[in-house]
């Protein structure tokens, strides 16, 4: 649905579907916003969801992490290894 309502410019019906997203606090959740700000080629949803993702339990699925490609797992692993570090400073 969100890949049509941005091809097509239904930028009220992609508001309302990333709000869906957004309100959903799970790892599968943060995933499913990864994908949806990749589909809308949004930088700031996509570096908000990873610091989510890098903070929620448990790790995604296999499954998941193809889904959001190898800079976003990369980055949820990395900042699992090292906390202290800014979990999103490798998204430059």
Do not use: F, W
Request: glycine fraction near 4%.
């Amino acid at each position: 649905m969100l890949r049509l309502a941005h091809k097509y410019c239904m930028e009220t019906l992609e508001k309302d579907i990333l709000v869906i997203l957004e309100n959903r606090k799970t790892t599968a959740g943060y995933v499913d916003l990864i994908v949806a700000a990749q589909i809308i080629d949004s930088r700031p949803t996509y570096e908000r969801a990873v610091e989510q993702l890098c903070r929620s339990k448990p790790l995604p699925t296999l499954e998941r992490a193809k889904l959001i490609g190898v800079e976003a797992i990369h980055t949820v692993m990395r900042a699992r290894a090292d906390p202290p570090r800014s979990r999103v400073s490798g998204l430059a």
